[in-house]
């Protein structure tokens, strides 16, 4: 079993208050749940108006699958019109692997 982790950093542009990032970041992570088997939730710079952590995970059988998914995520955010992508970091963890 593989669960892979992906930190994203992102930029939103034209955002002028709290609650107007809060509606862009749901919107945005609704989307990345319902095109792609992943979990996601914002987990870091709540406060800042135009940037925001997200983080994103996926538990499959094998690691070429995770990383595909994390690849498609990534095309689809690059080609984003309203965020940047800042950085984007991968970890990928291996479970049970020595039981037969």
């Known amino acids: 079993?593989?669960?892979g982790v992906a930190r994203?950093?992102?930029r939103l542009f034209a955002v002028h208050s709290l609650?107007?990032?809060r509606s862009r970041i749901r919107r945005l992570l609704n989307r990345l749940r319902t095109q792609y088997p992943l979990s996601v939730a914002e987990v870091g710079l709540q406060d800042m108006l135009q940037r925001a952590l997200i983080g994103a995970s996926m538990c499959a059988g094998n690691r070429q699958l995770v990383e595909s998914v994390?690849?498609?995520m990534e095309k689809e955010l690059e080609t984003a019109v309203e965020v940047q992508l800042v950085t984007l970091d991968f970890e990928?963890?291996?479970y049970g692997e020595d039981i037969a």
């Open 70 to 72: 994390f690849r498609q």
């Open 1 to 3: 079993m593989v669960v």
């Open 19 to 21: 609650k107007q990032k």
């Open 92 to 94: 990928y963890l291996h």
């Open 8 to 10: 994203l950093d992102v």
